[in-house]
Nanobody, 123 residues
Framework: QVQLVESGGGLVQTGGSLRLSCVAS????????VAWFRQAPGKKRSFVAA????????IYEDSVKGRFTISRNNNANTAYLQMSSLKPEDTAVYFC????????????????WGQGTQVTVSS
């Protein structure tokens, strides 16, 4: 069974940057599509970005396009979410998730999740 551990969250001012990491253990990471989701207080978990198993194919939620970049290093069993120009509305717990087939923006399609990392953007 694959396990995921996120890190890199923290408190940052508006306009700042953070890089989140998601380290996988237990199986070959390259077999999985990976996605990032977030959940703000009182809101449902929502899609942020996803990356396919090969190449650089990725999709993004509209509000983060041009500010966030998802990437992966299969040799290091790690996925990243580089976040720039952060806004207070980006404040949330960020989760990474994986699935064995093509990436999708639907959280219900992902069956393995990390525990989440808190990102707080102050105004």
């Amino acid at each position: 069974q694959v396990q995921l551990v996120e890190s890199g969250g923290g408190l940052v001012q508006t306009g700042g940057s953070l890089r989140l990491s998601c380290v996988a253990s237990g199986r070959t990471f390259s077999d999985y599509a990976v996605a990032w989701f977030r959940q703000a207080p009182g809101k449902k978990r929502s899609f942020v970005a996803a990356h396919g198993t090969i190449g650089n194919r990725a999709i993004y939620e509209d509000s983060v396009k041009g500010r966030f970049t998802i990437s992966r290093n299969n040799n290091a069993n790690t996925a990243y979410l580089q976040m720039s120009s952060l806004k207070p509305e980006d404040t949330a717990v960020y989760f990474c998730a994986i699935r064995e087939t093509w990436f999708t923006p639907d959280s219900a399609d992902y069956n393995i999740w990390g525990q989440g990392t808190q990102v707080t953007v102050s105004s």
